[in-house]
């Protein structure tokens, strides 16, 4: 019924331009570009390219989903600050005009033969691809947590999923003291600050309701460290010490058994299990890449990301082929700032590629986190490859500051849906140069 009523929506918007829906039949297609993903980067690729390929269906997006969400706001979702309404556009706004779009999911890359095959049974026949799939929530890795998460009543939650991030706000809204655990799994993950974001915020949460001194707060991470750049991890302790939430260094979830509101962690040092209750879990779920990348070995490494050479996002086999955001294997915080960077090294390298000229643009790394701390306050995290700090402000980001959080709140969601998904925006580094002529660049 969810599926009828957008798609019913979405129909009575009049937007069906260019849109191939599935036929009974199966159909063939060819292009100059194929992008895999209609998401961050798969629309601003595609944004670029349809400027620079004039032919008609030059460029083809596969993408299923008829949603395009701006996931960095989930945060603030599931902190009761915003709806989740606001972070959503139908997703054929979001395509360039003159893309055509397949709304469909690819099964099959082929890459000796250049074509995809598709859940439907369609082949696209490329010269050259962008895979921009991103991650996905692999839930059935911790053994309970599908049936946690479904219950109404299990106070299990997640902000990394547009079905349960204002569960998250319901289930802080229904706290009312006890043991609350926030959790960083063993895998890659979209957004690495996150999983302490929701935890500070429903410190501020609590606080604000009258419950933080009943609330027993944790933060159970799999890492040896709070933050991966020391600048930045050094500000983020102080503000959990501040807050009085226990950080528990490789710590990993295991299983819930929510009828007993009970989570098993595993210790990464001596495997030893421990079992403790909560009142509210909130999950950062284990993510994968999509089964028609993940499993096609001749693609992706033993992970199953795409293997693209780190400094030209091109693939490190098939020189036709590229990869931007997730979906990669380039050893990058995998954040929207980061595709915002890659999106411009990717449209000159594969340009270049095009001619028959080899990629000479290189990526940087270039990646940014906007660190909630609290409903007004935000430490802005930025860096390059191997954690060496890269900020745009002319004053110490590690520092808590109300202009941030205004930027993470309502400057970069602006960006994002005016200007990066069109082509426009590759990250703060012009901005940098004029209020911050005297950084290092």
């Known amino acids: 019924m969810n599926?009828?009523?957008?798609?019913?929506?979405?129909?009575?918007?009049?937007?069906?331009?260019?849109?191939?829906?599935?036929?009974?039949?199966?159909?063939?297609?060819?292009?100059?570009?194929?992008?895999?993903?209609?998401?961050?980067?798969g629309c601003t690729i595609a944004s670029k390219f349809v400027r620079r390929l004039k032919a008609k269906d030059s460029v083809i997006v596969l993408e299923p989903s008829l949603d395009h969400y701006y996931q960095p706001l989930w945060?603030?979702?599931?902190?009761?600050?915003?709806?989740?309404?606001?972070?959503?556009?139908?997703?054929?706004?979001?395509?360039?005009?003159?893309a055509k779009w397949i709304r469909d999911k690819a099964e099959c890359i082929n890459a000796a033969e250049n074509c995809v095959t598709t859940v439907e049974g369609h082949v696209i026949q490329?010269?050259?691809?962008?895979?921009?799939?991103?991650?996905?929530?692999?839930?059935?890795?911790?053994?309970?947590?599908c049936e946690a998460l479904v219950d109404p009543d299990s106070s299990v939650s997640t902000i990394y999923s547009w079905q349960y991030a204002e569960k998250t706000?319901?289930?802080?809204?229904?706290?009312?003291?006890?043991?609350?655990?926030?959790?960083?799994?063993?895998?890659?993950?979209?957004?690495?600050g996150a999983p302490q974001k929701i935890a500070y915020l429903a410190d501020s949460y609590f606080t604000k309701s009258g419950v933080r001194s009943k609330a027993n707060m944790m933060y159970n991470t799999c890492l040896p460290v709070i933050f991966g750049v020391k600048k930045y991890a050094d500000a983020l302790l102080k503000v959990a010490q501040r807050k009085q939430i226990r950080v528990n260094y490789k710590t990993v979830l295991k299983g819930v058994t929510h009828d007993r509101r009970e989570?098993?962690?595993?210790?990464?040092d001596d495997n030893e299990e421990m079992t403790m209750k909560y009142d509210l879990l909130h999950v950062t779920p284990p993510m994968r890449t999509p089964e028609c990348i993940r499993c096609n070995a001749d693609i992706v490494d033993q992970s199953g990301f795409l293997t693209v050479d780190k400094y030209t996002l091109q693939h490190t086999k098939y020189k036709n082929i590229y990869?931007?955001?997730?979906?990669?294997?380039?050893?990058?915080?995998?954040?929207?700032?980061?595709?915002?960077?890659?999106c411009y090294v990717l449209e000159l390298?594969?340009?270049?590629?095009?001619?028959?000229?080899?990629?000479?643009?290189?990526?940087?790394?270039?990646?940014?986190?906007?660190?909630?701390?609290?409903?007004?306050t935000c430490i802005l995290a930025e860096f390059l490859y191997d954690g060496e700090v890269h900020e745009t402000l002319p004053?110490?980001?590690?520092?808590?500051?109300?202009i941030a959080f205004y930027m993470k709140k309502e400057l970069f969601p602006f960006l994002y849906w005016n200007f990066m998904l069109k082509g426009y925006y590759h990250g703060p580094e012009f901005v940098r140069r004029i209020v911050n002529p005297l950084a290092k660049n």
Do not use: W
């Open 126 to 145: 490329y010269e050259y691809l962008v895979v921009a799939v991103g991650l996905e929530n692999d839930y059935d890795k911790v053994p309970g947590l």
């Open 169 to 192: 706000a319901s289930d802080l809204n229904k706290f009312k003291g006890g043991d609350a655990i926030f959790t960083y799994p063993d895998t890659p993950i979209k957004c690495p």
């Open 75 to 98: 945060t603030l979702v599931g902190a009761g600050v915003t709806k989740l309404s606001t972070t959503c556009r139908p997703e054929q706004l979001c395509l360039p005009e003159k």
């Open 323 to 342: 990869g931007i955001g997730d979906c990669t294997n380039t050893p990058n915080s995998k954040t929207a700032a980061a595709i915002a960077k890659q």
């Open 349 to 376: 390298n594969l340009l270049s590629t095009m001619k028959k000229n080899s990629p000479r643009e290189k990526y940087n790394g270039y990646g940014a986190c906007p660190l909630l701390t609290s409903f007004n």
């Open 395 to 402: 004053f110490n980001q590690a520092r808590e500051s109300i």
């Open 263 to 268: 989570a098993v962690f595993v210790n990464k």
């Open 3 to 41: 599926f009828i009523r957008k798609l019913s929506s979405i129909s009575s918007m009049g937007i069906y331009r260019n849109f191939s829906g599935s036929s009974v039949h199966n159909d063939k297609y060819s292009c100059k570009l194929l992008v895999i993903g209609g998401g961050s980067g």
